[in-house]
């Protein structure tokens, strides 16, 4: 038999990562984004169930406020520096916590002159038949660029992500169905610059397709890309921890979303606003004459990428008033049933009205 | 409440290498890896009170990575720890596999084919250079229990590679430059 100093270099050679390595390197850059993920949540109140796991019993399988932990949800728990909970509260062992209900649209689109609440796609999507229905590019820095022009190629374009390692799920829409909600638990928290609201393909003539910025390197552990691609209406959410597969379910609300049919311009010949132009005014400069004209208003909260490439997102749509400070870049109206008006508004001001990509009189000639 | 985090912080930079490297040593893929590293510290920051000061940290953190190693599975399409950077750089550490010529690989198997209990010990020695006492410590065992325990452990791997006539014919190459042991 081999003396104990064999046996132990033997093992030694065997070692992935040589004996006295380190592995990673807690200044790179998945250490930064782990501990990151890991401290963006409270810690926990020491329990006696989970304890006893880590001390010394075989644990069946992991608990699942521990998952929950880790994937990025926020485990409903007391907080530390607040009134003390209930004990019996906090010897009961967490659970995941209720989903809620909450829908949020993360990202519509307006590409340039055109407004949407949701992603607006017209017909016509096979014009080109000439160009690939998708392309995923990847820039050295972990930016990805995602162009999509056929919204039927659901496997090539989850492949090719899975490829860059976009942790996405991609499903398809046909007319009339979508995916039933809710899929699993939105991150409420998402970072800057995660990803832009979809834009125009540069180079291309405004149709259809869109291009999309994801920066890989801001995902955190357990958050996924989910979106249901159609023909009509494209919705990408951000969620943490599992995502329930697509069930389709008969569904119309995401066919409203096209344009023509909803919202038109208000500011334009016909519209309640004519004559009155609103972009890039003050919420106080134009609330006077919208008064005046005898309409209500409402606001949707633009939510604009960080380098205003043109196009916006929709944060929500609310009736409460916003500060008269804020910057009004265009007004809707529904296309039935006028005498309501939609203003988009931002808190701040952009170099340049994010609805059009740039002024509106480059897109809008009267 | 500002001591905590800046507590898990330094616990965490201080660890960080070699939790990753623990993980990646007995991990099939980067991603099981990245699994176990990230569990590992999630499990650490939400039990931040209960991680030992000094050295002790890291024992208590290699006991913590043991049983999430363990328990560790994985539901399909469903990651952990869904990270790209983290992902790649513990990938970088698979690329630089050790030696992977045809005898190194059949002692691979023979040592893979031992008793978990028997391999982690094995390991805890020549990987993570620990010594009884730490492995005790780790293990949750006594130092005695840890003595014999490794003894045997050697001793069955010793006999298994013997059995598999697998013939160590040059122990330098083997053998890493490095030497990590205590």
Redesign the interface.
């Known amino acids: 038999?081999?003396n104990?100093d064999?046996?132990?270099?033997?093992?030694?050679?065997?070692?992935?990562?040589?004996?006295?390595?380190?592995?990673?390197?807690?200044s790179?850059?998945?250490?930064r984004?782990?501990?990151a993920?890991?401290?963006g949540?409270r810690?926990?109140q020491?329990e006696r169930p989970e304890?006893a796991?880590?001390?010394?019993e075989?644990?069946a399988?992991?608990e699942r406020s521990?998952?929950a932990?880790?994937?990025g949800e926020r485990p409903e728990q007391p907080e530390?520096?607040g009134q003390p909970a209930p004990s019996d509260a906090r010897r009961r062992p967490r659970r995941r916590p209720a989903r809620r209900p909450v829908r949020r649209l993360v990202l519509g689109l307006a590409g340039a002159g055109l407004l949407a609440a949701g992603i607006a796609v017209g017909p016509g999507l096979l014009e080109e038949g000439g160009t690939p229905s998708y392309a995923v590019t990847r820039e050295p820095g972990?930016v990805v660029y995602v162009q999509i022009r056929d919204f039927r190629d659901k496997e090539g374009l989850a492949r090719r992500l899975a490829e860059l390692?976009?942790?996405a799920i991609v499903d398809y829409a046909p007319p009339g169905k979508w995916c039933r909600e809710p899929r699993g638990t939105l991150v409420e928290d998402i970072p800057r610059g995660l990803y832009s609201p979809p834009e125009n393909i540069p180079g291309e003539r405004p149709g259809p397709g869109w291009q999309m910025r994801i920066d890989?390197?801001l995902?955190?552990?357990?958050?996924?890309f989910v979106w249901t691609i159609s023909e009509r209406a494209t919705t990408t959410y951000l969620m943490s921890g599992?995502v329930a597969p697509c069930v389709l379910v008969p569904d119309t609300t995401h066919d409203l979303k096209v344009v023509e049919s909803d919202y038109r311009i208000a500011t334009r010949k016909g519209g309640s606003l004519a004559g009155f132009r609103v972009d890039e005014k003050t919420v106080g400069e134009v609330l006077p004459e919208i008064e005046r004209r005898g309409l209500k208003v409402e606001y949707l909260i633009m939510q604009v990428a960080p380098d205003n490439p043109g196009g916006y997102g929709e944060l929500r749509t609310q009736t409460e008033p916003v500060g008269d400070d804020w910057i009004v870049w265009e007004a809707e109206e529904p296309a039935r049933g006028p005498g309501r008006i939609r203003l988009l508004v931002t808190d701040k001001r952009f170099d340049r009205n994010p609805v059009y990509g740039g002024p509106r009189d480059a897109v809008i000639q009267e | 409440?500002g001591g905590?985090?800046a507590r898990?912080?330094s616990v965490?930079?201080e660890t960080?290498?070699?939790?990753?490297?623990?993980?990646?040593?007995r991990c099939d893929s980067p991603q099981d890896?990245?699994d176990v590293?990230?569990?590992t510290?999630?499990?650490a920051?939400?039990?931040?009170?209960?991680v030992p000061e000094g050295e002790r940290a890291l024992l208590w953190l290699y006991?913590?990575a043991r049983?999430?190693l363990?328990?560790?599975?994985r539901?399909e399409g469903?990651?952990?720890?869904?990270?790209?950077?983290?992902?790649?750089?513990?990938a970088d550490?698979?690329q630089a596999?050790?030696?992977s010529g045809v005898e190194?690989a059949a002692?691979?198997q023979i040592?893979r084919a031992l008793p978990d209990n028997d391999r982690e010990l094995?390991?805890l020695?020549?990987?993570?250079?620990l010594d009884r006492e730490q492995i005790a410590t780790v293990l949750?065992l006594s130092r005695n229990a840890v003595r014999i325990r490794l003894h045997r452990a050697?001793?069955r791997?010793?006999?298994a590679?013997?059995e598999a006539d697998v013939h160590?014919t040059s122990?330098s190459r083997?053998?890493?430059a490095?030497?990590?042991?205590l």
């Open positions: 038999m081999r104990i064999d046996i132990d270099g033997i093992t030694r050679a065997l070692a992935r990562v040589e004996p006295g390595r380190p592995g990673g390197d807690p790179g850059a998945g250490a984004a782990l501990l993920a890991i401290t949540e810690p926990a020491p304890q796991a880590i001390t010394g075989r644990l399988q992991p521990e998952q932990t880790i994937t530390r520096s972990g390692n976009v942790p890989t390197r995902f955190r552990p357990g958050q996924t599992p | 409440m905590e985090p898990f912080e965490y930079q960080y290498g070699r939790i990753t490297a623990y993980a990646a040593r890896a990245a590293v990230a569990e510290f999630a499990i920051w939400r039990r931040i009170g209960e006991g913590v049983k999430v363990a328990n560790h599975y539901v469903r990651r952990q720890a869904l990270s790209v950077e983290l992902d790649a750089e513990l550490l698979y596999a050790p030696d190194l002692i691979a040592f094995l390991s020695v020549a990987w993570e250079g949750g050697r001793r791997f010793a006999r590679l013997a160590v122990e083997l053998v890493p490095q030497e990590g042991r």
